[in-house]
């Protein structure tokens, strides 16, 4: 008995990933509530379990008194003869431990005995799966579709079921039943009933942890990720760097012949991934992330985090994209507000012109605004200087000249502004 007992211990560990001593402590925990069952207390009773063999022991601490009349409770207390048969050195006042046979119990206490152990082995084994997905949280797995509930999808994750949303499913997918998938673990909570899975076919992280698990400079760290603009089932833009001058980190997760990007395209059912290198200048990263449009210019202002863009004529609906969707990405992607404009849009729009900045010696913009308030104090300042300069002039002129000139002077401008209002009197 004891051998089918440790084989069936070591069968559930392997299977469930229930530990043994968890078991042996579920067993001795049974076998407490048969015995309150079965004498109605149980605070005097003690369970041992040998580890190794298997072999079980239940006694009861009971108090030795005189005689069997002073023996108020037959589960606390026991008279002097009967503690003598068990043990010679018995004295009266003494404690003795009386072994309780197990097969005495009743019909009852072995069911709940029975089912102490069974709920024991459920609450652990939902236990440890919860601990396992909790693990997995923010991760990818693959399941199979079991059935549609509703508008929501069952996914079987191996130990235990998801749950695919309306909300996290991607327009026009559908699913046949044992059709394998690739999901992204949202959420794991652990109810009464097990744990509670939900899982996201349309989550960005989903395109980031299958590059991570087929691109290997991604996840060993040579390549990076810095980040990610999706709208599933029909685009992601992704911007990837490299610290290695020898690794081209968009090749890298392109592959040979494509075959790394086919692959996570095809578990996306053809949905577009453009790959596009990450730059720390906001103008360089704003014309790589509108790819495959060609650019002519971009003004980027990083404080205010907008971005004015002129491109050919000819591509201004390729850089929008169909329904705004490039630049719509291309803006998630960068974190920039992005206003597109063609060439010939540009020539009559403030901001989108050369001549709208001026640049200092490093390259650096200066904006129109702030040139224009720096031109007005120039010129106030060359004013000053002017009227300064004009005022020394006069008065050197002064000192110098002849005053017999400076009388003529004078009555030649007298007689000027006199011939002026004679006119002007005469025309009216």
Same mark, same amino acid.
């Given at each position: 008995?004891?051998?089918?007992?440790?084989?069936? #211990?070591?069968?559930?560990?392997?299977?469930?990933?229930?530990?043994?001593?968890?078991?042996?402590?579920?067993?001795?925990?049974? #076998?407490?509530?048969?015995?309150?069952?079965?004498?109605?207390?149980?605070? !005097?009773?003690?369970?041992?379990?040998?580890?190794?063999?298997?072999?079980?022991?239940?006694?009861?601490?009971? /108090?030795?008194? &005189?005689?069997?009349?002073?023996?108020? %409770?037959?589960?606390?207390?026991?008279?002097?003869?009967?503690?003598?048969?068990?043990?010679?050195?018995?004295?009266?006042?003494?404690?003795?431990?009386?072994?309780?046979?197990?097969?005495?119990?009743?019909?009852?206490?072995?069911?709940?005995?029975?089912?102490?152990?069974?709920?024991?082995?459920?609450?652990?084994? =939902?236990? +440890?799966? *919860?601990?396992?997905?909790?693990?997995?949280?923010?991760?990818?797995?693959?399941?199979?579709?079991?059935?549609?509930?509703?508008?929501?999808?069952?996914?079987?994750?191996?130990?235990?079921?998801?749950?695919?949303?309306?909300?996290?499913?991607?327009?026009?997918?559908?699913?046949?039943?044992?059709?394998?998938?690739?999901?992204?673990?949202?959420?794991?909570?652990?109810? $009464?009933?097990?744990?509670?899975?939900?899982?996201?076919?349309?989550?960005?992280?989903?395109?980031? =942890? #299958?590059?991570?698990?087929? +691109?290997?400079?991604?996840?060993?760290?040579?390549?990076?990720?810095?980040?990610? &603009?999706?709208?599933?089932?029909?685009?992601?833009?992704?911007?990837?760097?490299? !610290? !290695?001058?020898?690794?081209?980190?968009?090749?890298?997760?392109?592959?040979?012949?494509?075959?790394?990007?086919?692959?996570? +395209?095809?578990?996306? =059912?053809?949905?577009?991934?453009?790959?596009?290198?990450?730059?720390?200048?906001?103008?360089?990263?704003?014309?790589?992330? #509108?790819?495959?449009?060609?650019?002519?210019?971009?003004?980027?202002?990083?404080?205010?985090?907008?971005?004015?863009?002129?491109?050919? /004529?000819?591509?201004?609906?390729?850089?929008?994209?169909?329904?705004?969707?490039?630049?719509?990405?291309? @803006?998630?992607?960068?974190?920039?507000?992005?206003?597109?404009?063609?060439?010939?849009?540009?020539?009559? &729009?403030?901001?989108?012109? *050369?001549?709208? *900045?001026?640049?200092?010696?490093?390259?650096?913009? *200066?904006?129109?605004?702030?040139?224009?308030?720096?031109?007005?104090?120039?010129?106030?300042?060359?004013?000053?200087?002017?009227?300064?300069?004009?005022?020394?002039?006069?008065?050197? %002129?002064?000192?110098?000249?002849? $005053?017999?000139?400076?009388?003529?002077? %004078?009555?030649?401008?007298?007689?000027? &502004?006199?011939?002026?209002?004679?006119?002007?009197? @005469?025309?009216?």
């Amino acid at each position: 008995m004891n051998k089918e007992l440790m084989e069936a #211990l070591n069968i559930l560990e392997k299977e469930k990933e229930i530990s043994k001593e968890t078991l042996f402590e579920a067993i001795e925990n049974s #076998l407490l509530t048969a015995c309150k069952n079965h004498f109605g207390k149980a605070d !005097n009773i003690t369970v041992q379990i040998d580890r190794e063999t298997c072999d079980f022991l239940v006694y009861a601490t009971k /108090d030795i008194v &005189a005689a069997y009349d002073e023996v108020e %409770d037959d589960v606390m207390q026991i008279c002097i003869d009967d503690a003598i048969q068990i043990s010679k050195n018995a004295v009266i006042g003494d404690t003795i431990n009386v072994e309780i046979k197990s097969k005495e119990f009743g019909r009852i206490a072995t069911q709940n005995a029975k089912n102490v152990i069974l709920q024991k082995i459920r609450e652990e084994e =939902r236990s +440890v799966v *919860y601990n396992q997905f909790f693990e997995k949280e923010k991760d990818v797995v693959t399941g199979i579709v079991q059935r549609y509930i509703g508008r929501n999808i069952s996914i079987n994750l191996g130990k235990a079921d998801a749950m695919l949303n309306e909300a996290e499913q991607v327009k026009g997918e559908e699913f046949k039943p044992t059709e394998r998938i690739k999901v992204y673990i949202l959420e794991v909570k652990n109810t $009464p009933k097990g744990p509670r899975i939900l899982v996201s076919r349309t989550h960005p992280e989903l395109v980031k =942890r #299958l590059f991570e698990a087929e +691109v290997t400079e991604i996840k060993d760290g040579t390549v990076e990720i810095m980040s990610i &603009a999706r709208e599933a089932g029909s685009r992601t833009k992704l911007a990837v760097r490299t !610290n !290695n001058p020898n690794v081209d980190a968009v090749g890298a997760c392109v592959g040979m012949n494509g075959a790394r990007v086919n692959a996570i +395209v095809e578990e996306l =059912r053809g949905e577009k991934i453009d790959i596009v290198n990450w730059d720390e200048n906001p103008g360089n990263f704003i014309q790589n992330a #509108l790819s495959p449009a060609k650019i002519v210019a971009v003004f980027a202002d990083p404080d205010e985090k907008t971005a004015k863009v002129v491109v050919p /004529d000819y591509q201004l609906s390729l850089a929008i994209g169909k329904e705004g969707q490039n630049a719509r990405l291309a @803006a998630r992607l960068t974190g920039y507000k992005i206003d597109i404009k063609s060439e010939t849009q540009a020539k009559d &729009a403030e901001g989108f012109r *050369y001549e709208d *900045y001026m640049f200092d010696e490093d390259g650096d913009v *200066y904006y129109e605004e702030e040139y224009e308030e720096d031109a007005d104090e120039e010129t106030q300042e060359e004013i000053e200087a002017d009227s300064e300069e004009l005022a020394e002039a006069d008065s050197k %002129d002064l000192a110098e000249a002849d $005053p017999e000139e400076l009388a003529e002077a %004078d009555s030649e401008e007298l007689t000027e &502004a006199d011939s002026e209002e004679i006119m002007e009197a @005469a025309e009216e």
